[in-house]
């Protein structure tokens, strides 16, 4: 089970931090981390750490976001900077542990004036 927190609505510019904390019979993680699906497009990988902790960034968000884990607690989390209306999504935690994935329900961000 994956329980997402955060979003809401943000001004251009600001800075929004998610965080998605895995429960239940997780023994190992392969992948982690967060997709996102504006409105009229399909889901999309926004940051995710991969096996051997290797993390992978949309385009849009390099250098503009950082993704973090507390392994002890199972979660992770997503910090985004600079946002803007393009950024506008409900947002997905993801994880895949042997061979099952696993979503969380959504939260939605909203990057308006």
């Known amino acids: 089970q994956l329980q997402a927190s955060g979003g809401g609505l943000v001004q251009p510019g600001g800075s929004q931090r998610l965080s998605c904390a895995a429960s239940?019979?997780?023994?190992?993680?392969?992948?982690m981390g967060w997709y996102h699906q504006a409105p009229g497009k399909q889901r999309e990988l926004v940051a995710v750490?991969?096996?051997?902790?290797?993390?992978k960034f949309a385009e849009s968000v390099k250098g503009r976001s950082t993704i973090s884990r507390d392994n002890a607690k199972l979660t992770v989390y997503l910090q985004i900077d600079s946002l803007q209306p393009e950024d506008t999504a409900v947002y997905y935690c993801?994880?895949?542990?042997?061979?099952?994935?696993?979503w969380g329900e959504g939260t939605l961000v909203t990057v308006s004036s």
């Open positions: 993801n994880l895949r542990s042997m061979g099952v994935e696993y």
């Open positions: 239940g019979s997780i023994f190992s993680i392969d992948v």
């Open positions: 750490f991969t096996s051997g902790s290797v993390t």
